[in-house]
């Protein structure tokens, strides 16, 4: 078996006016994350893992924000999109491992939720997939609430051919 490790950070602006989108689920708040897409950061980060694990490069290149056909799209789309991408060079989703930065809303209660979501659209297990909450303690764009942001680290395998 072949296995990849990769590593996505993503960050965007907290702002009035928009939905907070984390996880693949929507959380109440009085600002959302403002980004071409519904702005999941914690999505965004594990598409860019899985994409730089399989060396097909960035979000970006594959869903760029000067096409109109992405604008306010569901990040879960691009996720499910990101596992297809991967599949067609032979690999699926090991496993995930995120963080999300963010003084507010806490997390901790939804976490649950947020796995089962995104195992559903990866299609594995929710044990594989490992999230984490925190703040920084106050201390920059984060802890001033101007933005969340989220780091994550897959591993992807693919099947030795016989």
């Not at 594959?62 to 991967?86: A, G, M, Q």
């Not at 809303?105 to 997939?129: F, N």
């Amino acid at each position: 078996m072949k296995i990849r490790v990769g590593f996505g950070f993503d960050v965007h602006r907290l702002v009035a006016g928009r939905e907070l989108w984390l996880g693949g689920i929507k959380l109440e708040h009085e600002y959302g994350l403002l980004g071409h897409s519904d702005a999941d950061v914690l999505i965004h980060a594990i598409c860019d893992a899985l994409l730089g694990a399989a060396n097909m490069r960035d979000i970006g290149f594959h869903f760029p924000d000067s096409s109109s056909s992405y604008e306010n799209i569901d990040s879960k789309i691009l996720l499910k999109k990101c596992v297809e991408l991967i599949a067609t060079k032979g690999f699926r989703v090991g496993n995930v491992d995120a963080t999300v930065c963010a003084e507010r809303p806490k997390l901790k209660s939804r976490i649950p939720e947020m796995q089962k979501v995104l195992a559903s659209v990866m299609g594995i297990d929710e044990d594989d997939i490992s999230i984490k909450a925190t703040t920084t303690e106050k201390l920059g764009f984060t802890g001033r609430e101007e933005g969340i942001s989220a780091y994550a680290t897959v591993l992807i395998e693919k099947a030795d051919r016989a």
